[in-house]
């Protein structure tokens, strides 16, 4: 059974980066698009970003562009999501996921997910 673990949340002030990574045992992690998204408070999971299985094709939501950057290493089975210039509206637990479909990883109907990870930002 595949398992997605996330990690490198945390509290951070406005205009700080985290860098969160998201793990997976127990499935072939370069076969799958894998992605990001997110959930705050009282508000619905977001969309915030997906990768390609080669790496060549990503997208973003709205809100984070040009300050998140997504990226893989295959060899280590992991997932990343750099984030700078953090904002107090990107407080959420941040999930990742993964399809074989990028539209299904972008869309979240995705079978697999990890336990999310907590990230608090500080104004």
């Known amino acids: 059974q595949a398992q997605l673990v996330e990690t490198g949340g945390g509290l951070v002030t406005a205009g700080g980066s985290l860098r969160l990574s998201c793990s997976i045992s127990g499935g072939t992690f370069s076969a799958y698009v894998m992605g990001w998204f997110r959930q705050a408070p009282g508000k619905e999971r977001e969309f915030v970003a997906a990768i390609s299985q080669s790496g060549t094709r990503t997208s973003y939501g709205d809100s984070v562009k040009g300050r998140f950057t997504i990226s893989r290493d295959d060899a280590k089975n992991t997932l990343y999501l750099q984030m700078n210039s953090l904002k107090p509206e990107d407080t959420a637990v941040y999930y990742c996921?993964?399809?074989?479909?990028?539209?299904?990883?972008?869309?979240?109907?995705?079978?697999?997910w990890g336990q999310g990870t907590q990230v608090t930002v500080s104004s």
């Open positions: 996921n993964r399809d074989g479909s990028f539209e299904s990883v972008v869309s979240g109907t995705t079978f697999f």
